[in-house]
């Protein structure tokens, strides 16, 4: 069965850390998985790319502070966010994506709200 599940949202304080998780099934974990995420009235912006293969892309605007990173034993790509902004809230979502890390096959999470408040 093909599924990805993300975990490890909540609210959190402007500088704080949050890390998600996206647990996908053993067939949805030899494809390329990406991180989006999509906040109330804007568009859904890519957050990183991590290769089956180990290269890791980021969004230029959240390097240094999002880290992508596979655990292939635990078939789950965990993403790592500190120094978070109040533009950082969103619905963050885990997706199969293709060789462009553009959302390809189909294959999303339910997502994970994360929200950034004092």
């Known amino acids: 069965q093909v599924q990805l599940v993300e975990s490890g949202g909540g609210l959190v304080k402007p500088g704080g850390s949050l890390r998600l998780s996206c647990l996908a099934s053993r067939l949805t974990f030899g494809y390329d998985i990406g991180w989006f995420r999509q906040a109330p009235g804007k568009e859904r912006e890519a957050v990183s790319c991590?290769?089956?293969?180990?290269?890791?892309f980021y969004a230029d605007h959240l390097k240094g502070r999002f880290t992508a990173s596979r655990d292939n034993g635990k078939n789950t790509v965990y993403l790592q966010m500190n120094s978070l902004k109040a533009e950082d809230t969103a619905i963050y979502l885990c997706a199969t994506v293709g060789a462009d890390c553009q959302p390809q096959y189909g294959y999303w999470g339910q997502g994970t709200q994360v929200t950034v408040s004092s």
């Open positions: 991590s290769k089956a293969g180990g290269s890791t």
